[in-house]
């Protein structure tokens, strides 16, 4: 995939110049950066040998939760006057992420129920109550805008320039989660457990690893993570709406299996999901450079998941 992935970069490159410019590689990087949490949360499901599709409904969730409270104008919320603290919001939306993955991780690790079937309950739920939440007030289900300079400037404040091209802020707080998630991956027992969960659970069980516990925890965390991605999404696009977050599962997914996660469990590293979701960003952007139409990057998507998953696979049966 990597091989393939940069020919095609190479070509485009050649095809127009523009796209390895300063201003198209800041915008490569901003774009990854934004990606990234989402990513990182979705990634321990799949070391478990699961995945969750509710991720991209849980971004646009918190997205319309974080634009309803940090605006000027509460149609949401038509009786309040002024909009609340910041780190009360980012609590509020942590909740709801950590809710939605307490969920999830409570109804696989308890019921031994399937992720997907699971994940894909939860995906019509909480899209059902964005669009309730959308219906309260004077909003009607229309866009969320008008967001707070101090909401705007925390998330798409200026970093620093490089030359004349802005670098957000949201850029460091992709490299802080990513170094968060890295120590808790490979620094911690938790992470020790979820690899060995993932690798053979009845093995991890017999070690006295609480499984339980272990998949609950994993999938919380990918739900704060998907509430960081919300969080950062509704500032970065200045609005909210329904379909904010739609299908961002499976550019997450494309990602982690192109970053070297594996499906068969228990294999998979911080800095491949980092090189996945750089390299999806670039492969997108390039493809905008040659005007691609919009609709066939569907069908691109769908075929760097199928590849790379089987390219996998075949790895793994090789293996065994």
Request: hydrophobic share 55%; with cysteine; proline share 2%.
């Amino acid at each position: 995939m990597f091989i393939i992935i940069l020919c095609a970069v190479i070509y485009i490159a050649i095809e127009v110049p523009a796209f390895i410019k300063l201003p198209s590689i800041v915008n490569i990087i901003s774009l990854t950066a934004a990606k990234l949490p989402i990513a990182l949360g979705i990634a321990g499901c799949i070391v478990l040998t699961g995945t969750d599709i509710s991720a991209g409904r849980v971004v646009g969730l918190t997205a319309c939760i974080s634009a309803s409270l940090l605006t000027t104008t509460f149609k949401v919320f038509p009786n309040m006057t002024s909009a609340p603290s910041i780190a009360l919001v980012i609590l509020i939306v942590l909740v709801v992420g950590a809710v939605v993955g307490l969920v999830n991780g409570f109804s696989v690790a308890k019921f031994k129920l399937h992720p997907f079937i699971v994940t894909l309950s939860t995906q019509l739920i909480v899209y059902g109550c964005i669009l309730m939440y959308l219906k309260n007030g004077t909003n009607n289900g229309q866009t969320l805008s008008g967001l707070t300079d101090g909401y705007r400037n925390l998330v798409a404040g200026t970093l620093f320039k490089i030359g004349d091209t802005a670098v957000p802020m949201y850029v460091l707080y992709a490299v802080i989660l990513t170094a968060i998630m890295w120590v808790i991956w490979n620094k911690t027992t938790f992470g020790k457990n979820m690899f060995a969960v993932g690798s053979n659970e009845e093995a991890a069980n017999v070690s006295g690893v609480n499984v339980t516990r272990t998949i609950i925890m994993v999938f919380v965390l990918a739900g704060i993570m998907y509430a960081i991605t919300g969080f950062i999404d509704g500032a970065r696009i200045a609005s909210a709406n329904a379909n904010t977050g739609l299908n961002y599962e499976c550019d997450a997914i494309a990602a982690c299996v192109i970053g070297g996660v594996s499906f068969v469990g228990g294999i998979g590293k911080i800095s491949g999901i980092v090189i996945g979701v750089l390299l999806l960003q670039i492969i997108f952007a390039g493809l905008n450079f040659l005007s691609v139409d919009a609709n066939m990057l569907y069908i691109i998507k769908g075929l760097i998941i199928l590849i790379a998953c089987a390219i996998d696979m075949r790895k793994y049966l090789v293996r065994k």
